[in-house]
């Protein structure tokens, strides 16, 4: 169900990219990111600073309408990690004028549905609806951005739905579980090293008085985007947000995003967990690499290329490589994840084949990349990953939710529109030179952790019990 | 050097525990906790809540004055790392009545010696001098607790005697990396896994306004305590006392220690680091053990003989299974740190014998570990041990320093001067039993981080270079 996958894939990985979007929700196994688009895009700026987003799209009478917050789980102070994503869930429990839950029931009576969700560097809140409603859902949004109340009874029974949303998603989940260690374990000082649905031991400590300081100081209108995508004229769309979110009043000044530097990576990490609710075993990579806002010219784009190269789809390098020539894995993929306020992450996984160990596994992913980084990276493989993620980026043009994703994560992380359309006229540029260039510069085992996931306690863990 | 050695262990290492200072100044290659002791501690709180301990010893006409403040590195904020070491050198640039450095120019000039040293939960300015003295000091011991002054040209230059601090003792030490790099892979929420020096990406982000902040919160009475030992009358200190720190003002109220709790550790966790300045490979581990705080009764009385048994000395269990017997290891040491605020940790380091593989040498550890909780821990290895721990503990009445530092600790992590010095009593009780049942409870893998240093790139780090 599109709801609980929005939820899940954002709240329990880093990769809250278009890249893992498109991979969870649209082509299921392979990750192809998606990112620029030749589409119509007016842009405004309210006189209170919000930013409005309008991209027509007339093929049916619907519309999807975001408001995009630049705030997420890695602005959270210390100790209150989950506020975030937890102040996301209190945006449903009720304003001065609409009693808990009522916004939801709204949309639903006017026929539309409604979610909302948090990621590393922001928050989203979606409804999808008929193009006729699209007045009352900008009446509604503006309310529930301005006026939420945190009655006490509320907000303390919407804390335990977030810790039985952390129970079932992730402590009973191992593979969740390895995740969420394996992130920690690869930031030192970011707090992109914590999960966005918050450390248990704390999310169980948060309090309204918490969740109304952090929504006062980050909802405020200068520190927010109004998407919206569907069958309507971009000059109505603006009229609209004026007559309703252009009469929002400043709360706060626009917040400072001013996030501790993660340190230059010096040493492989790893993680290794062994669960007796695991089937089979499995192996995760994720390297450090620059962020959109910090690489040079061209290399968040090679990167792209490289993880669509690695382990998009079952042509790939390590696909071809682990699976079907030496058959010792029987699943790889592998993803980029640039599109942040900060670092990057380029990420690979591997589920060994029946009978494989884990080690030998590994063995054989090093084994590879290191064939590859050495003879560098065949220009009829970056040729194919480029034709590929080209065509994805097309594609995105069918989902008013991708358009408007691409567009709200872009404005939430601080790159411009005409930035966004012109991917794809970037990833024409980068050469099979500058792919091998940047495999050899970023995965290297000191800006890696390896996270490994076991179904029995390993050799090694048995020596002193698990 | 004296003033060195107390700097570089606080600094860089999580164990600013008595047993590490034991172990770094005393008798150098063998970890011995001492905490317990049989002397006369008089104890007063003054009306501004500061807390007075004197300990007198009339061997020699000198004195220890130190203060004690409650805040370490794991109370600074987000991207503030350092903030609490800096303020510690700041606290030396002067105050309204001194000019930079006259504090220990004064000192020096009246035959003392002067220091400070900042950990993970106290931050604590010693002098040693002259008993006709003392009054000097605590003059100007309470002038620079209160009216330090911050100016601009002093802090900044400061902050780059504090960045060089880092370069030489951090950045230019392979050891000290992997010890920083294990302890930030030890912990995912708590703000132990960062280094009491700092991060230096935030470390020159440090300013002025943060120290003064920081002073302002934190260096009020009521967090601090006086610790006298010496050749002194208890009465007339406390006179005295009253006299210059009686009469500091409250200048906030007494800060709240709420700190982050650790998640439950679920994986074992691993750094592997090859660095062409090593000579030789080195293997560090550290398990997450509850504190003296959180631990049920005897528990972290039994961690410290299990430290003692496993690697306190040659005649150690480690020692002499891996040095004497397998000839695996050149060296071998463990240690308990349970002397703090929030969690303890039990560490335990091995040098491989030349020529022999880390992997090799880690094996044979987790095999040792494992052939010792499976037997038990023998009778006479905890007798031993304990006869350690106790004469250690006696000899600890010889230092000043030492004495002060004991009850001036205990004092920072909310320990009462009667459970100090009980600490031998509750030692004697421990059963080989409950040594046995401490290992096996807490000496998992999964509660646990190995970090391994090797000169060269190891071969699995090759595969896709360093």
Not at 257 to 262: F, I, L, N, P, Y
């Amino acid at each position: 169900m599109f709801k609980s996958v929005v939820f899940s894939m954002l709240e329990n990985s880093r990769a809250a990219s278009v890249a893992m979007f498109v991979m969870l929700l649209v082509i299921a196994a392979s990750a192809t990111p998606v990112r620029a688009l030749d589409v119509d895009v007016s842009e405004y700026t309210l006189d209170n600073g919000m930013k409005v987003i309008v991209i027509p799209d007339h093929r049916a009478p619907v519309v999807t309408h975001m408001v995009w917050v630049r705030v997420g789980s890695a602005d959270e102070e210390l100790g209150k990690s989950g506020i975030a994503h937890y102040l996301e869930h209190l945006l449903f429990k009720g304003t001065k004028r609409l009693k808990p839950g009522e916004f939801s029931k709204i949309i639903r009576l006017n026929g539309g549905e409604d979610n909302a969700f948090t990621s590393y560097d922001f928050t989203a809140y979606f409804e999808r609806i008929a193009t006729d409603r699209l007045e009352l859902v900008m009446d509604l949004g503006a309310d529930r951005f301005a006026n939420t109340t945190f009655n006490d009874r509320d907000v303390k029974t919407e804390l335990e739905v977030v810790k039985e949303e952390r129970r079932s998603r992730t402590e009973n989940n191992p593979a969740a579980l390895l995740r969420e260690q394996l992130n920690a374990a690869s930031y030192t000082a970011h707090t992109y090293g914590r999960p966005v649905i918050g450390w248990m031991s704390e999310v169980e400590t948060l309090t309204a008085a918490d969740a109304e300081a952090f929504y006062r100081k980050y909802y405020t209108p200068s520190n927010a985007a109004l998407v919206v995508v569907g069958d309507v004229d971009p000059e109505k769309v603006h009229e609209l947000a004026v007559k309703y979110y252009g009469k929002l009043k400043k709360t706060a000044p626009t917040p400072e995003r001013a996030r501790t530097q993660e340190p230059t990576p010096i040493a492989a990490k790893r993680v290794e967990m062994s669960d007796p609710r695991t089937a089979s075993p499995s192996i995760a990579r994720k390297y450090l690499v620059p962020g959109v806002n910090q690489a040079p010219p061209g290399v968040s784009e090679a990167l792209d290329l490289l993880g669509q190269v690695l382990g998009g789809g079952s042509s790939s390098y390590l696909y071809t490589e682990l699976v079907t020539r030496q058959k010792i894995a029987s699943q790889v993929s592998s993803w980029h994840n640039g599109d942040t306020l900060d670092g990057g992450e380029l990420s690979i996984s591997i589920a060994p084949a029946p009978g494989v160990d884990v080690k030998v596994a590994e063995e054989a992913l090093d084994a590879a990349l290191h064939k590859l980084f050495k003879e560098g990276v065949p220009e009829d493989r970056v040729e194919r990953a480029r034709k590929q993620l080209i065509s994805s980026n097309v594609y995105a043009i069918d989902s008013q939710f991708r358009l408007a994703y691409i567009f709200g994560a872009a404005f939430a992380i601080g790159r411009s529109v005409e930035h966004t359309k012109q991917w794809s006229n970037r990833i024409k540029q980068v050469t099979a030179e500058q792919v091998t260039e940047a495999a050899r510069t970023y995965l290297k085992l000191r800006n890696s952790a390896t996270g490994v996931l076991v179904p029995a306690p390993s050799k090694a863990a048995s020596a002193t019990s698990n």
